[in-house]
């Protein structure tokens, strides 16, 4: 028992052996502490500058809009001038632009149009690093080694994405909100330094790959302006049943995800179960914390299991929980379940991700991550909004929409003989 946790142990951390994987993940784990920061900045000094929670949501959507229409844009760029490159740039673009909102705050030039414009300056950038960042991986990591690195990245995103807005709230508390833009600059800048530093491996023959899918004749054919390499990207993730597949599992998760895990959890810690702000704590630390164990013990797994099959039953197992939740009367049982839920997230995330970096080819690897994408913040909205409507009647219809929707998904997943063999 002693040397197979050992020897879990040993492969999880195989892949921080090697310099350029450090870099990664330090330079990842900085842009999402200054993602963190950014928000609280743009939050703290919207609401200090107005006193209007409306004029603080028109720049959080001032940020979101551009993100979400130029990241098939930064998918493409992606692939034609490398990950590297545009994570760097990106990282830099970001950087300067916060020092500029943070001079011109603390020069009392700034003003609620000002900060809708670099709101929307710091979604259009960030929208090529988003892509980039999730396809860079195979390049710079073996590919038997692509789940344990994966679980050591999405160990730093869970670690950096609860961090960076209480650091950052920190800072504006300590000191003055503008200067918690000036913090953000130097995580963004110390990005790019490590990105820059990175040593990608020459790139594989997708030839080689024993289960990835060809890259269709159309994509190759029909030219290299922006447009064409979309459409080719978006071809290329039709014409593959398993790539719909997954793309059609993630908007499903996503669906039962944004609003259960917002307004639900809201609604099930104060309503349901007569908690307070405390209890809303712990349903999402249950949440985290699970995704975080399951992360590391996919990571530490060394066979490969077959993925179509573990998609499937993460599709049934977030149904069975979602069933429970909408049920329950008792906070302990609350946060076990969602505990046991984040476990799994986890846990297929690893593989799904690994899957899709070491069969899809690698011209066209970050056009389909930027689909996904897309497909999740097209997603996102409708879920907040239907489940703030069932919230109403309680959670009870809003947590069972969502466990017909995961068995559903789960079944037709099962249908596919193609996708139940996806290793």
Not at 223 to 238: E, F, N, P, Q, V
Not at 372 to 393: F, I
């Amino acid at each position: 028992m002693a040397s197979t946790l050992a020897s879990a142990g040993t492969r999880l951390w195989t892949p921080a052996r090697q310099p350029s994987f450090r870099l990664l993940w330090l330079g990842q784990s900085l842009s999402l502490l200054g993602d963190g920061f950014s928000y609280i900045a743009f939050s703290w000094i919207t609401l200090g500058l107005t006193g209007s929670t409306l004029a603080l949501g028109w720049v959080l959507a001032c940020q979101a809009v551009p993100r979400a229409l130029l990241t098939l844009v930064g998918g493409s760029l992606s692939d034609k001038w490398s990950s590297r490159t545009l994570m760097k740039f990106s990282s830099w673009a970001r950087a300067a632009l916060m020092a500029a909102v943070g001079v011109a705050g603390m020069a009392g030039a700034l003003n609620v149009w000002l900060l809708c414009c670099a709101a929307a300056a710091f979604g259009a950038v960030d929208a090529f690093f988003q892509p980039a960042r999730a396809s860079i991986l195979p390049s710079v990591v073996e590919k038997e080694l692509l789940p344990p690195a994966n679980a050591l990245l999405g160990v730093g995103t869970k670690v950096s994405a609860v961090l960076g807005p209480a650091v950052g709230g920190m800072v504006v508390a300590l000191s003055d909100a503008h200067i918690a833009f000036l913090v953000d600059a130097l995580c963004f800048a110390l990005c790019g330094l490590c990105v820059a530093r990175i040593r990608t491996r020459p790139a594989a023959d997708p030839a080689t790959a024993p289960d990835a899918a060809p890259a269709p004749k159309a994509g190759k054919a029909a030219g290299d302006s922006l447009g064409a390499r979309i459409r080719a990207g978006l071809r290329y993730a039709w014409e593959d049943p398993r790539i719909r597949t997954i793309l059609a599992i993630d908007m499903a998760v996503t669906f039962c995800q944004a609003g259960p895990f917002t307004v639900g959890f809201a609604t099930l810690a104060k309503v349901d179960l007569q908690g307070g702000s405390t209890t809303l704590g712990l349903l999402n630390g249950a949440l985290a914390g699970g995704a975080m164990l399951g992360t590391l013990a996919g990571g530490a797994l060394a066979a490969r299991p077959r993925v179509g099959l573990l998609i499937a039953a993460l599709a049934g197992w977030l149904a069975v929980g979602s069933g429970i939740l909408g049920l329950v009367d008792n906070t302990a049982a609350a946060i076990g379940t969602v505990l046991v839920m984040g476990f799994g997230m986890g846990f297929q995330g690893v593989f799904g991700l690994s899957w899709i970096q070491r069969n899809i080819d690698g011209s066209v690897l970050s056009r389909v991550i930027s689909v996904d994408m897309v497909l999740g913040y097209a997603v996102a909205p409708l879920s907040l909004v239907l489940c703030g409507a069932l919230a109403q009647s309680g959670t009870g219809p809003m947590f069972a929409l969502s466990a017909v929707v995961l068995a559903v998904t789960a079944a037709g997943v099962l249908t596919s003989r193609h996708v139940r063999e996806m290793r």
